[in-house]
């Protein structure tokens, strides 16, 4: 009963949290002042060039990263209206470029790196990493921006026609799916509030098809954020050592022994081999992170096969983004029995802090994930190591706060949303301890 409870408080709080940051996969690609970068572009051209450009690095599925992007769109457009100014502005998906976005070492979403300015001491190709206060406020990265570009006779006019760079006209609505990680399913109206009794009463209709449906997602979010972290904590030389691959193994450890179904199988096999890949390497405790996405291009999970750790967006099934399916594996794991029962639920959270802090891409999500558990919010550090249905009921309670503030953050009605999330919260809480009782 608690399952079904979670699993239905899980379908509808994830629809709204896709609906508040829903969007097409490039951010600026109806943009009048901001160009959509590829990997060549900032190579063979920002990188080498003298005029000014300020690029903002960021992933198509990062909730901050769609927060953010109004801001850096009227910043670009105080300063170089329709690209008439002396600075250049643009963007990079970087999951579209994992590979490049590892070399010159974004280890967060999103990243705003300045090239060509006053006292520039940024790598040619990497640029240099602005304050991040200044860059995320408007009023102060403009004035900063006007204050720092060079002078004129130090600055060439670049040709954009030239360069290859144009803006990327608006697509066309359709009424088919819309591509990219965080596009919506246009036969599937958003609902913005449900009674909690209502989501209660669907549970004998949903019995059936959501368990499996979610643990589809979650192993999809598995072999997504496995390629997307690797190349995160990547070295330039692209290798994985030190705490960082420490975590990674621990991270492979506890999934394969906690995640439901045949995918705990498949990944005890991917920890094994990858344990193997290590052995093999030169100095014998580092990882390549090339060898490692060639593993995850042979290790499919259960009914996810490895093409979704690459391109994640048609093997959804009840989510529509990479967040939705990783809340759902949190969620799953935390229904799951651990090897250890004396210390499952510890080991829980314990294990999904690692992911967070070393392998979660959102920059401003893991910031205030780490602040709220290292700081006891919700009153966790006083859970006993054993309290599975304790941490299950903290990871709700972390959920729900992250979905208020998302909601606030773009304009949306959070008390509303409360109202309506309490009671099933409260269900839910009732129920896990009940079963454990």
């Known amino acids: 009963m608690a399952y079904l409870q979670a699993e ?9 949290q896709v609906i508040a940051a829903a969007g097409v996969k490039n951010l600026f690609h109806t943009s009048k002042n901001v160009y959509e970068l590829d990997a060549t572009k900032v190579e063979s051209e920002i990188a080498t060039s003298r005029s000014p450009w300020v690029v903002m690095y960021y992933a198509d599925w990062c909730p901050h990263c769609h927060h953010y992007a109004p801001t850096f769109e009227r910043i670009s457009g105080a300063v170089s209206p329709l690209h008439q100014g002396s600075v ?7 999951p579209d470029f994992l590979a490049f976005c590892m070399k010159i070492q974004i280890t967060g979403y999103p990243s705003v790196r300045t090239y060509h300015f006053k006292g520039d001491t940024g790598s040619p190709l ?3 990493t602005p304050d991040r206060k200044i860059v995320h406020s408007e009023q102060d990265f403009t004035a900063w921006i006007r204050k720092n570009m060079p002078s004129k006779s130090g600055a060439e006019t670049a040709n954009l026609t030239v360069l ?3 803006t990327v006209p608006a697509l066309p609505a359709s009424s088919s799916s819309k591509p990219g990680v965080r596009g919506m399913r246009s036969s599937e109206a958003p609902a913005t509030s449900i009674a909690a009794d209502s989501v209660l009463h669907q549970r004998e209709v949903l019995r059936d098809a959501l368990p499996a449906l979610h643990l589809v997602d979650a192993e999809v979010a598995i072999l997504y954020s496995l390629s997307q972290g690797a190349f995160l904590k990547g070295s330039e030389d692209g290798k994985l050592t030190g705490d960082n ?5 621990r991270w492979l450890d506890f999934l394969g022994g906690r995640l439901p179904g045949s995918g705990q199988r498949d990944l005890k096999a991917l920890a ?10 030169a100095t014998g405790d580092a990882l390549s992170v090339s060898d490692f996405q060639k593993l995850l291009a042979k290790h499919g999970l259960d009914r996810a096969p490895p093409e979704a750790g690459i391109k994640p967006d048609a093997y959804w099934r009840r989510c529509k983004g990479f967040t939705c399916g990783l809340w759902t594996l949190f969620h799953i794991l935390s229904q799951a029995r651990g090897i250890q029962p004396e210390i499952a639920g510890q080991e829980l959270l314990t294990r999904i802090r690692g992911f967070v802090s070393h392998f979660f891409g959102c920059q401003q999500c893991r910031e205030h994930f780490l602040e709220a558990f290292d700081s006891c919010k919700f009153d966790h550090c006083h859970l006993r190591a054993d309290d599975d249905a304790g941490a299950a009921l903290w990871l709700w309670k972390m959920h729900n706060d992250v979905t208020l ?3 606030a953050e773009n304009n949306r009605n959070s008390a509303k949303l409360l109202q309506i999330w309490q009671p099933v919260l409260s269900a839910l809480c009732c129920d896990l301890h009940g079963a454990i009782v």
């Open 272 to 281: 094994e081999k990858t344990r193997e890949a290590i052995s093999s390497s």
């Open 245 to 249: 691959l420490g975590e990674l193994l």
């Open 8 to 16: 239905l408080l899980l379908v509808h709080l994830f629809g709204f």
């Open 405 to 407: 503030r998302v909601a």
């Open 164 to 166: 290859g760079l144009h």
């Open 126 to 128: 990497g640029g240099k």
């Open 88 to 94: 250049r502005f643009g963007a990079l998906n970087c």
